[in-house]
Protein backbone atom coordinates (compact mmCIF):
# COMPACT_ATOMS: atom_id res chain seq x y z
CA UNK A 1 0.00 0.00 0.00
CA UNK A 2 1.13 3.61 -0.76
CA UNK A 3 1.91 5.37 2.16
CA UNK A 4 0.60 8.97 2.39
CA UNK A 5 1.82 12.15 2.32
CA UNK A 6 1.28 14.33 5.94
CA UNK A 7 2.28 17.86 6.17
CA UNK A 8 3.00 19.52 9.84
CA UNK A 9 2.09 22.67 9.49
CA UNK A 10 5.74 24.13 11.31
CA UNK A 11 6.98 23.76 7.72
CA UNK A 12 4.81 26.73 6.06
CA UNK A 13 5.66 30.61 6.80
CA UNK A 14 4.74 32.46 9.66
CA UNK A 15 2.03 34.84 9.67
CA UNK A 16 -0.57 32.47 7.77
CA UNK A 17 -4.28 31.96 9.26
CA UNK A 18 -5.25 28.61 10.08
CA UNK A 19 -7.28 28.33 6.69
CA UNK A 20 -4.50 29.69 4.84
CA UNK A 21 -2.43 26.39 6.02
CA UNK A 22 -4.85 24.05 5.14
CA UNK A 23 -4.97 26.00 1.72
CA UNK A 24 -1.56 25.66 0.89
CA UNK A 25 -1.23 22.20 2.60
CA UNK A 26 -3.93 20.97 0.34
CA UNK A 27 -3.19 23.02 -2.95
CA UNK A 28 0.38 21.36 -2.53
CA UNK A 29 -1.12 18.15 -2.63
CA UNK A 30 -1.19 16.21 0.82
CA UNK A 31 -3.23 14.15 2.00
CA UNK A 32 -2.91 15.00 5.90
CA UNK A 33 -2.77 17.68 7.99
CA UNK A 34 -0.55 17.99 11.44
CA UNK A 35 -1.43 21.14 13.57
CA UNK A 36 0.66 22.25 16.75
CA UNK A 37 -0.22 23.16 20.11
CA UNK A 38 1.88 26.22 21.33
CA UNK A 39 1.14 28.89 24.13
CA UNK A 40 -0.19 32.51 23.34
CA UNK A 41 3.11 33.76 24.05
CA UNK A 42 5.58 31.00 22.60
CA UNK A 43 8.61 30.63 24.27
CA UNK A 44 12.02 29.82 22.59
CA UNK A 45 13.33 26.43 22.29
CA UNK A 46 15.12 23.99 20.03
CA UNK A 47 12.44 24.26 17.72
CA UNK A 48 12.06 27.50 17.48
CA UNK A 49 15.68 28.62 17.60
CA UNK A 50 18.07 25.81 16.18
CA UNK A 51 15.46 24.06 13.64
CA UNK A 52 14.02 27.49 12.61
CA UNK A 53 10.46 25.91 12.34
CA UNK A 54 7.26 28.34 12.62
CA UNK A 55 5.48 27.66 15.80
CA UNK A 56 2.72 30.59 15.41
CA UNK A 57 -0.04 30.57 17.60
CA UNK A 58 -2.85 29.51 15.60
CA UNK A 59 -3.70 26.77 18.46
CA UNK A 60 -2.91 27.27 21.24
CA UNK A 61 -3.75 25.93 25.55
CA UNK A 62 -6.59 28.47 25.55
CA UNK A 63 -8.23 27.07 22.60
CA UNK A 64 -12.17 27.47 22.68
CA UNK A 65 -14.91 24.54 21.74
CA UNK A 66 -16.59 26.87 18.91
CA UNK A 67 -12.52 27.11 17.48
CA UNK A 68 -11.71 23.32 17.60
CA UNK A 69 -15.37 23.35 15.82
CA UNK A 70 -14.08 25.99 13.28
CA UNK A 71 -11.07 24.05 12.89
CA UNK A 72 -12.55 20.83 12.34
CA UNK A 73 -14.79 22.36 9.85
CA UNK A 74 -11.41 23.30 7.83
CA UNK A 75 -10.43 19.62 7.91
CA UNK A 76 -13.35 18.76 6.43
CA UNK A 77 -13.94 21.59 3.21
CA UNK A 78 -10.32 21.12 2.50
CA UNK A 79 -10.74 16.72 2.46
CA UNK A 80 -7.46 17.51 5.15
CA UNK A 81 -7.88 14.58 7.81
CA UNK A 82 -5.94 16.15 11.12
CA UNK A 83 -4.35 12.66 11.87
CA UNK A 84 -2.07 14.05 14.72
CA UNK A 85 -0.87 16.53 16.71
CA UNK A 86 2.46 17.75 17.67
CA UNK A 87 3.75 20.51 20.35
CA UNK A 88 7.41 22.03 21.39
CA UNK A 89 6.10 23.33 25.29
CA UNK A 90 7.70 19.59 26.37
CA UNK A 91 10.82 21.24 25.65
CA UNK A 92 9.77 24.20 27.69
CA UNK A 93 7.71 21.89 30.56
CA UNK A 94 9.94 18.58 30.58
CA UNK A 95 8.05 15.57 31.69
CA UNK A 96 11.42 15.02 33.22
CA UNK A 97 12.12 18.35 34.62
CA UNK A 98 13.71 18.56 38.22
CA UNK A 99 10.35 20.89 39.37
CA UNK A 100 7.65 18.90 40.55
CA UNK A 101 4.97 21.97 39.07
CA UNK A 102 6.91 22.42 35.54
CA UNK A 103 6.79 18.34 35.55
CA UNK A 104 3.10 18.68 36.08
CA UNK A 105 2.44 21.74 33.10
CA UNK A 106 3.92 18.96 30.88
CA UNK A 107 1.14 16.53 32.07
CA UNK A 108 -1.61 19.17 31.58
CA UNK A 109 -0.14 19.57 28.28
CA UNK A 110 -0.25 16.19 27.36
CA UNK A 111 -3.79 15.95 28.08
CA UNK A 112 -5.17 18.82 26.76
CA UNK A 113 -3.47 17.64 23.21
CA UNK A 114 -5.08 14.40 23.75
CA UNK A 115 -8.50 16.10 24.30
CA UNK A 116 -7.85 18.24 21.25
CA UNK A 117 -6.72 15.39 18.93
CA UNK A 118 -9.93 13.58 19.50
CA UNK A 119 -11.99 16.90 19.40
CA UNK A 120 -10.13 16.94 15.49
CA UNK A 121 -10.85 13.51 14.68
CA UNK A 122 -6.87 12.63 14.98
CA UNK A 123 -5.28 9.34 16.66
CA UNK A 124 -2.36 10.27 17.33
CA UNK A 125 -0.66 13.12 19.44
CA UNK A 126 3.38 13.49 19.86
CA UNK A 127 5.28 13.89 22.87
CA UNK A 128 8.75 14.75 23.73
CA UNK A 129 9.75 11.75 26.59
CA UNK A 130 12.26 13.95 28.47
CA UNK A 131 15.31 16.42 28.78
CA UNK A 132 18.57 14.86 30.37
CA UNK A 133 21.10 17.70 30.96
CA UNK A 134 24.13 17.91 32.73
CA UNK A 135 21.72 18.66 36.46
CA UNK A 136 19.15 16.37 34.96
CA UNK A 137 20.86 12.87 35.48
CA UNK A 138 19.98 9.71 32.88
CA UNK A 139 18.73 7.37 35.25
CA UNK A 140 16.70 9.81 37.12
CA UNK A 141 14.88 11.43 33.87
CA UNK A 142 14.47 7.77 32.70
CA UNK A 143 12.05 7.07 35.94
CA UNK A 144 10.52 10.42 35.66
CA UNK A 145 9.88 10.33 32.39
CA UNK A 146 8.28 5.97 32.66
CA UNK A 147 6.24 7.40 35.95
CA UNK A 148 4.86 10.21 33.70
CA UNK A 149 3.52 7.64 30.77
CA UNK A 150 2.22 5.48 33.24
CA UNK A 151 0.10 7.93 34.65
CA UNK A 152 -1.16 9.22 31.56
CA UNK A 153 -1.70 6.34 29.65
CA UNK A 154 -5.10 5.50 31.08
CA UNK A 155 -6.02 8.77 30.21
CA UNK A 156 -4.73 8.05 26.45
CA UNK A 157 -6.69 4.60 26.35
CA UNK A 158 -9.67 6.89 27.51
CA UNK A 159 -10.09 8.49 24.67
CA UNK A 160 -9.33 6.19 22.50
CA UNK A 161 -6.11 8.46 21.55
CA UNK A 162 -2.32 7.20 21.19
CA UNK A 163 0.57 8.96 22.78
CA UNK A 164 3.77 8.83 20.50
CA UNK A 165 6.87 9.08 22.02
CA UNK A 166 9.50 10.51 19.42
CA UNK A 167 13.14 10.00 19.21
CA UNK A 168 14.52 13.50 19.10
CA UNK A 169 18.06 15.32 19.89
CA UNK A 170 17.34 15.26 23.87
CA UNK A 171 20.33 12.86 24.81
CA UNK A 172 17.15 10.21 25.99
CA UNK A 173 16.02 7.03 24.74
CA UNK A 174 19.30 6.84 22.58
CA UNK A 175 19.09 3.39 20.99
CA UNK A 176 16.14 1.63 19.23
CA UNK A 177 16.42 -1.47 22.39
CA UNK A 178 16.25 0.68 25.09
CA UNK A 179 13.41 2.38 23.04
CA UNK A 180 11.55 -0.55 22.68
CA UNK A 181 11.69 -1.62 26.00
CA UNK A 182 10.92 1.49 27.59
CA UNK A 183 7.78 1.87 25.56
CA UNK A 184 6.78 -2.02 26.71
CA UNK A 185 7.21 -0.66 30.19
CA UNK A 186 4.84 0.97 30.26
CA UNK A 187 2.55 -1.69 28.98
CA UNK A 188 -0.45 0.15 27.33
CA UNK A 189 -1.80 -0.42 23.97
CA UNK A 190 -2.49 3.41 23.74
CA UNK A 191 1.62 4.29 24.36
CA UNK A 192 3.78 3.90 21.25
CA UNK A 193 6.33 5.52 18.99
CA UNK A 194 6.34 8.93 16.93
CA UNK A 195 9.32 8.09 15.23
CA UNK A 196 11.28 10.56 13.31
CA UNK A 197 13.83 9.32 10.18
CA UNK A 198 15.99 12.19 9.93
CA UNK A 199 16.71 12.42 14.09
CA UNK A 200 18.61 9.04 14.03
CA UNK A 201 20.63 9.91 11.35
CA UNK A 202 23.47 10.99 13.59
CA UNK A 203 23.39 8.00 15.52
CA UNK A 204 22.58 5.08 13.47
CA UNK A 205 19.93 3.89 10.51
CA UNK A 206 16.05 4.54 10.56
CA UNK A 207 15.44 1.14 8.49
CA UNK A 208 16.88 -0.52 11.71
CA UNK A 209 14.95 1.61 14.45
CA UNK A 210 11.85 1.04 12.51
CA UNK A 211 12.11 -3.14 12.29
CA UNK A 212 13.26 -3.10 15.71
CA UNK A 213 10.15 -1.17 17.37
CA UNK A 214 7.74 -2.44 14.40
CA UNK A 215 4.05 -1.83 15.32
CA UNK A 216 4.75 0.27 18.15
CA UNK A 217 5.49 3.04 15.52
CA UNK A 218 2.03 4.98 15.30
CA UNK A 219 3.68 7.78 13.15
CA UNK A 220 6.41 8.99 11.00
CA UNK A 221 8.27 12.35 10.91
CA UNK A 222 10.41 12.65 7.80
CA UNK A 223 13.10 15.34 7.12
CA UNK A 224 16.71 14.75 5.81
CA UNK A 225 20.18 15.20 7.41
CA UNK A 226 23.86 15.14 6.41
CA UNK A 227 26.03 12.79 8.44
CA UNK A 228 29.08 15.31 6.82
CA UNK A 229 27.84 18.30 8.49
CA UNK A 230 27.04 16.00 11.75
CA UNK A 231 25.05 18.80 13.67
CA UNK A 232 22.12 20.52 14.26
CA UNK A 233 22.56 22.52 11.03
CA UNK A 234 22.44 19.40 9.11
CA UNK A 235 19.11 18.98 9.01
CA UNK A 236 17.87 19.53 4.96
CA UNK A 237 15.30 19.28 2.86
CA UNK A 238 13.95 15.69 1.65
CA UNK A 239 16.49 13.58 -0.61
CA UNK A 240 19.29 16.39 -0.27
CA UNK A 241 20.50 14.52 2.52
CA UNK A 242 22.28 11.21 3.62
CA UNK A 243 19.07 8.90 4.59
CA UNK A 244 18.28 5.99 2.40
CA UNK A 245 14.63 6.67 1.20
CA UNK A 246 14.26 2.91 -0.47
CA UNK A 247 15.48 0.81 2.88
CA UNK A 248 13.09 3.42 5.03
CA UNK A 249 10.23 2.80 2.59
CA UNK A 250 10.50 -0.92 2.97
CA UNK A 251 10.86 -0.89 6.43
CA UNK A 252 7.90 0.64 7.13
CA UNK A 253 6.32 -1.78 4.81
CA UNK A 254 7.68 -4.75 6.23
CA UNK A 255 5.93 -3.73 9.50
CA UNK A 256 2.94 -2.88 7.63
CA UNK A 257 3.21 0.80 8.38
CA UNK A 258 0.42 2.72 6.51
CA UNK A 259 0.20 6.28 8.03
CA UNK A 260 1.72 9.36 6.60
CA UNK A 261 5.11 10.46 6.12
CA UNK A 262 4.67 14.06 7.90
CA UNK A 263 7.18 16.11 6.62
CA UNK A 264 9.08 18.55 9.50
CA UNK A 265 11.30 21.31 7.80
CA UNK A 266 11.81 24.68 8.04
CA UNK A 267 9.85 27.03 5.39
CA UNK A 268 12.61 28.95 2.99
CA UNK A 269 13.74 32.17 3.67
CA UNK A 270 11.93 33.50 0.80
CA UNK A 271 9.00 32.74 -0.63
CA UNK A 272 8.38 30.11 2.25
CA UNK A 273 5.31 28.51 1.12
CA UNK A 274 7.43 27.29 -2.17
CA UNK A 275 8.98 24.51 0.46
CA UNK A 276 5.65 22.66 0.96
CA UNK A 277 5.50 22.49 -3.05
CA UNK A 278 8.59 20.80 -3.33
CA UNK A 279 8.18 18.39 -0.34
CA UNK A 280 5.17 17.30 -1.63
CA UNK A 281 6.72 16.30 -4.85
CA UNK A 282 9.91 14.72 -3.16
CA UNK A 283 7.28 12.80 -1.15
CA UNK A 284 5.71 11.75 -4.14
CA UNK A 285 8.88 10.06 -5.57
CA UNK A 286 9.79 8.88 -1.60
CA UNK A 287 5.93 6.97 -1.25
CA UNK A 288 6.31 5.26 -4.20
CA UNK A 289 9.43 3.69 -3.60
Known amino acids: MTLLKGMNVWSLPAGLTMEEQFKITKEAGFDTIELNLSEAQAADNIVTKELAL ?15 ENIKGLSEKYELPITSL ?25 KKMIDICLALGGDTVLVVPGLVTADAAYD ?10 KELAPYAQEKGIHIGI ?13 TRDFIDKIASSHVGMYFD ?11 QWVRILGNRIK ?12 NITGFTTLLNGSLNWKHLVTALHEIGYEGPLTCELSAYQENGQQLAYDTSHALDYIVNL
Open 166 to 178: ENVWNKFLLSPLE
Open 86 to 110: STALHWNYPLTAADAVTRQKGMDVV
Open 54 to 68: NDSPTLTMDVTAEEL
Open 197 to 207: AGNVLQFGFPE
Open 219 to 230: KVHVKDFNTSIG
Open 140 to 149: VCYDRSLAAF
